[in-house]
């Protein structure tokens, strides 16, 4: 390239120049525009995006508070405690299974200390536990059990000054009677009370053990006052002819067990015996002599 020709490059014709001095003017425009206009993006508030913003920095306390919060113990009886609340507790397998063969005998815990000699667990597991123990009213402390001890022997002695004892049959007691007893409020003699009603009358009193807080002191105590001294008038369960329904309320029946019984005598004839019942799968054999003074085999 020679000198002589660079000036030719610098030559426009009249369009040219008018399109190079418009192509400027835009650059310079531009240039301007960014440079004075604000091109950040401008945030809209909207009043539901608060809301909602507001409402989850209060969940997000609330699940902190769940948490940090420990599930709340209610009072329960020792010696009703399930698998799976001991296991919550802290107990093992072992002293749980200690416990529930201990109440299989008919047994209960009446303090900390007991609970602790039957389950054997560690004095710190007990100290955490302890104080969830709730135990029927006349064992919620040692003077309640020391005035008990006084009152039996008392009565013990009361009693060994006659030369009989007079017996109340237990079908015959009111609640008067019943109340006299240590240990027997309004609600417990309510409860059998109410048990008498539904049987129809009490064969044994054997049956006080199905009443409920009835502890076996307490037992104890009654069979020292009452017993079964005639079997009650009641109109007994004709096992051979009544239905299924009327069978399935009888106390002793499930309906399930009452549906076993209705086919085995479908199946195999009149029942004769209580021994006939005790064939039957899920029938109480240990209570099979009590169940049997209900029943007609006729």
Same mark, same amino acid.
């Given at each position: 390239?020679?000198?002589?020709?660079?000036?030719?490059?610098?030559?426009?014709?009249?369009?040219?120049?008018?399109?190079?001095?418009?192509?400027?003017?835009?650059?310079?425009?531009?240039?301007?525009?960014?440079?004075?206009?604000?091109?950040?993006?401008?945030?809209?508030?909207?009043?539901?995006?608060?809301?909602?913003?507001?409402?989850?920095?209060?969940?997000?306390?609330?699940?902190?508070?769940?948490?940090?919060?420990?599930?709340?113990?209610?009072?329960?009886?020792?010696?009703?405690?399930?698998?799976?609340?001991?296991?919550?507790? $802290?107990? &093992?397998?072992?002293? !749980?299974?200690? %416990?529930? =063969?201990?109440? #299989?005998?008919?047994?209960?815990?009446?303090?900390? @200390?007991?609970?602790?000699?039957?389950?054997?667990?560690?004095?710190?597991?007990?100290?955490?536990?302890?104080?969830?123990?709730?135990?029927?009213?006349?064992?919620?402390?040692?003077?309640?059990?020391?005035?008990?001890?006084?009152?039996?022997?008392?009565?013990?002695?009361?009693?060994?000054?006659?030369?009989?004892?007079?017996?109340?049959?237990?079908?015959?007691?009111?609640?008067?009677?019943?109340?006299?007893?240590?240990?027997?409020?309004?609600?417990?003699?309510?409860?059998?009370?109410?048990?008498?009603?539904?049987?129809?009358?009490?064969?044994?009193?054997?049956?006080?053990?199905?009443?409920? $807080?009835? &502890?076996?002191?307490? !037992?104890?105590? %009654?069979? =020292?006052?009452? #017993?079964?001294?005639?079997?009650?008038?009641?109109? @007994?369960?004709?096992?051979?002819?009544?239905?299924?329904?009327?069978?399935?309320?009888?106390?002793?029946?499930?309906?399930?067990?009452?549906?076993?019984?209705?086919?085995?005598?479908?199946?195999?004839?009149?029942?004769?015996?209580?021994?006939?019942?005790?064939?039957?799968?899920?029938?109480?054999?240990?209570?099979?002599?009590?169940?049997?003074?209900?029943?007609?085999?006729?």
């Amino acid at each position: 390239m020679s000198f002589k020709t660079i000036p030719t490059y610098f030559k426009f014709t009249k369009e040219q120049r008018t399109g190079i001095f418009f192509l400027f003017l835009i650059i310079v425009i531009l240039q301007l525009v960014y440079f004075f206009v604000d091109f950040s993006t401008v945030s809209k508030e909207y009043p539901e995006k608060q809301k909602w913003l507001s409402l989850q920095s209060e969940m997000d306390s609330l699940k902190m508070d769940s948490k940090n919060s420990k599930p709340k113990i209610y009072l329960f009886n020792p010696n009703f405690i399930s698998d799976y609340k001991g296991y919550k507790l $802290g107990m &093992s397998v072992q002293e !749980i299974d200690r %416990l529930l =063969a201990f109440r #299989k005998e008919n047994k209960y815990v009446n303090s900390a @200390k007991e609970f602790q000699n039957v389950t054997r667990v560690s004095d710190s597991l007990l100290n955490v536990m302890a104080p969830y123990f709730k135990f029927p009213d006349w064992v919620n402390n040692k003077k309640q059990n020391a005035k008990f001890k006084e009152y039996t022997s008392y009565q013990n002695q009361a009693f060994a000054k006659k030369e009989k004892i007079v017996f109340i049959d237990i079908n015959e007691a009111t609640k008067e009677d019943l109340v006299k007893i240590y240990g027997i409020g309004d609600a417990i003699s309510s409860r059998i009370l109410k048990q008498k009603e539904l049987l129809g009358g009490f064969v044994s009193m054997e049956q006080m053990k199905e009443v409920w $807080g009835l &502890s076996p002191e307490v !037992i104890e105590n %009654l069979n =020292a006052h009452f #017993k079964v001294l005639a079997l009650p008038r009641f109109k @007994k369960i004709e096992i051979n002819n009544v239905s299924l329904k009327e069978l399935s309320k009888f106390h002793y029946f499930r309906y399930s067990l009452a549906k076993e019984i209705v086919t085995y005598r479908s199946m195999n004839g009149n029942i004769k015996n209580v021994e006939d019942l005790t064939k039957i799968k899920g029938f109480p054999v240990d209570k099979a002599n009590l169940i049997g003074l209900y029943l007609d085999f006729n």
